[in-house]
RNA sequence: GCGCCUGUAGCUCAAUAGGAUAGAGCAUCUGCCUUCUAAGCAGAGGGUUGCGCGUUCAAGUCGCGCCAGGCGCACCA
């Protein structure tokens, strides 16, 4: 596997550079370049004094190295101070047999060591459809947690519905509203009422008003959450838990967890309110839990479900917002501090907001008003995985623009369907070996007839997943394992157009097979944790 | 005013802990279907990485200062 090979040269070097009595960072990276070989070190530059400048240390280097890595680095170059390693080929052809004799589990490294990790996202408020910015979250946590459950950690994902106070208040009147004006009665909307015309399709669904004064904002959460999971659904998204905010106040844990902070001496009463000394943890000023009317913030129930979080054992929290939310962190980070939870274990993952645009039109977003392209209407025009793809080979901190007409036009020449059709013909050229005769079973592969450039480029991309999904993983980087099947696509496609796999020499074949159904191992499981669907054909 | 994010090819974006000559796609131009799917392939052009200083053997990447855009800065959620 490739970072048993990149241990082993850092190990190796460690062990050298003991002889040079000076304790220094290096770094073991792969190489842009194919005459820089498969890895290169900077370790000489980092051992470089006046008397030893780097390239003569990095032929010393060389001279005690090259013993110690024999069967895994074909040769080792040094150029300009740095020292290059050249895998031996035969690593590469081993690696894609391991893979098609063991499918994806032999791609499976355990990075997580089954660490619990608890990932929120999306919690978008039940007053209105998922937008875009939602999607952008979905598509991106659903991802991540896909890939960290690959990595072994255990992964709970979950939502979490403010279902309490003044926007749900505002919420049922506006709804009340448009029932009334459904029936030839004039009721206004409240000025920061929701204005969005989905309240008036979900007025006609009322057939009778019950007598309740809960009835209104009953009825629109439940019809907006229905419609919410719906969406996510075809969104292929899931959540293990749904946790309501409400809860909390009912089940009396917003007042347990206040108590605890006032033993704590967090919590004080100025101006009729009381407050919670974040300013200890480092936010910019305190913040009011329970205001004049007695009512609780947005805070005071938060800082209850981050207690819930932690006491379900999870070493690391994610949750991921917004760029809105930005301010709010300080907040947060205070409150699992101030509840004896290590904030460095407490991760907040902003995603950018996507500005949408049609054609040269900007398109100005606001649930209220009832303004906004929503991810269904998204997912109708351009379709599921299209648009997933759009989200998620951006990294999250780019603001992206997103033109629905281009997309719209340009929707049969999306990447994503690029990465689709090569999974078919990996797919299709396999089915067409076996209407040949061409079985798999007993056969003994002569893989070292795969040595074309190509070939051997392939083997190489192939043998560099697990250091994409490690980096994945260091990094919450989703984009970069899409990047990487849009690199492998780009290779398998024009290798495809300049040889022949199923061809009249049988041995030739095998070897070209064994590394179709590696290619395919590979692509099937990329294109699932990126949550993009297989096509039978296309 | 303060905080976070962004500024890279005409457009949309990459570039792992700072590494060698900054890469893709789209768009533009030129070619390629009697053989495993042309939603494909081969080739070409396209750059002062917003600006300036600094740190370093080495800066798109780090620091400081500007400029521009996005989002926040509630007893809303």
Do not use: C
């Not at 819930?308 to 917002?321: L, Q």
């Not at 590394?515 to 294109?527: D, H, P, Q, R, T």
């Amino acid at each position: 596997m490739r970072s048993d090979v990149k241990d082993k040269i850092e190990k190796t070097l460690k062990k050298i550079i003991k002889d040079f009595k000076k304790d220094v960072d290096f770094v073991v990276l792969p190489s842009e370049k194919e005459e820089f070989g498969d890895f290169y070190t900077n370790i000489s530059f980092k051992l470089a004094d006046k008397e030893n400048p780097p390239q003569k240390l990095a032929e010393i280097i060389k001279q005690k190295i090259s013993s110690d890595l024999k069967g895994i680095i074909k040769k080792i170059e040094t150029k300009n101070g740095f020292i290059n390693f050249f895998i031996d080929e035969d690593i590469y052809r081993e690696n894609i047999l391991k893979i098609f004799q063991n499918g994806k589990e032999y791609l499976k490294e355990n990075i997580g060591n089954g660490k619990k990790i608890l990932i929120e996202f999306v919690s978008a408020n039940p007053t209105g459809p998922l937008t875009i910015a939602h999607g952008r979250q979905a598509a991106y946590g659903e991802s991540l947690s896909r890939i960290l459950k690959f990595s072994n950690f255990d992964v709970t994902k979950e939502y979490y519905i403010n279902d309490a106070g003044r926007q749900m208040e505002l919420l049922g009147e506006s709804l009340k509203a448009r029932y009334y004006q459904l029936k030839g009665i004039e009721y206004e909307i409240p000025e920061d009422g929701y204005f969005g015309d989905y309240l008036i399709d979900i007025a006609k669904k009322i057939k009778e008003v019950k007598d309740d004064k809960n009835f209104f904002i009953e009825f629109a959460f439940n019809e907006i959450l229905q419609d919410i999971k719906k969406d996510l659904k075809s969104f292929g998204v899931s959540f293990d838990n749904w946790v309501k905010e409400s809860e909390f106040i009912k089940n009396k844990e917003v007042e347990n967890v206040l108590n605890i902070l006032k033993n704590k001496n967090l919590i004080y009463e100025k101006e009729g309110s009381l407050w919670f000394k974040t300013t200890v943890f480092g936010d910019d000023k305190d913040r009011v839990v329970v205001k004049k009317d007695k009512t609780y913030t947005y805070l005071a129930t938060d800082i209850a479900y981050h207690k819930y979080k932690i006491e379900r054992n999870f070493e690391v929290i994610i949750n991921i917002v917004g760029p809105d939310h930005h301010g709010y962190i300080p907040r947060l980070k205070a409150s699992v501090t101030s509840l004896g939870f290590n904030p460095n274990n407490f991760i907040v993952l902003i995603v950018q907001l996507t500005t949408l645009y049609r054609g040269k039109e900007k398109l100005r977003m606001s649930t209220r008003k009832g303004q906004f392209i929503t991810l269904r209407q998204l997912i109708d025009e351009i379709g599921a995985d299209a648009t997933k793809f759009f989200f998620l080979f951006r990294k999250i901190d780019s603001h992206l623009d997103f033109d629905i007409e281009v997309a719209k036009k340009q929707s049969s020449e999306n990447p994503v369907y690029y990465l689709q059709y090569a999974y078919v013909r990996l797919k299709h050229v396999i089915e067409f070996a076996k209407e040949k005769g061409y079985e798999f079973e007993g056969e003994q592969f002569q893989i070292d007839l795969l040595n074309n450039e190509e070939e051997i480029e392939l083997m190489k991309r192939i043998w560099k997943f697990n250091e994409i999904i490690n980096n994945v993983v260091k990094t919450y980087g989703v984009h970069l394992l899409a990047e990487y099947l849009l690199d492998i696509s780009k290779l398998f496609h024009s290798y495809y157009q300049k040889y022949r796999i199923v061809g009249d020499e049988k041995e030739l074949t095998y070897a070209r097979l064994v590394l179709i159904k590696s290619l395919l191992v590979v692509f099937e499981l990329s294109l699932n944790l990126l949550n993009i669907s297989l096509p039978e054909r296309m």
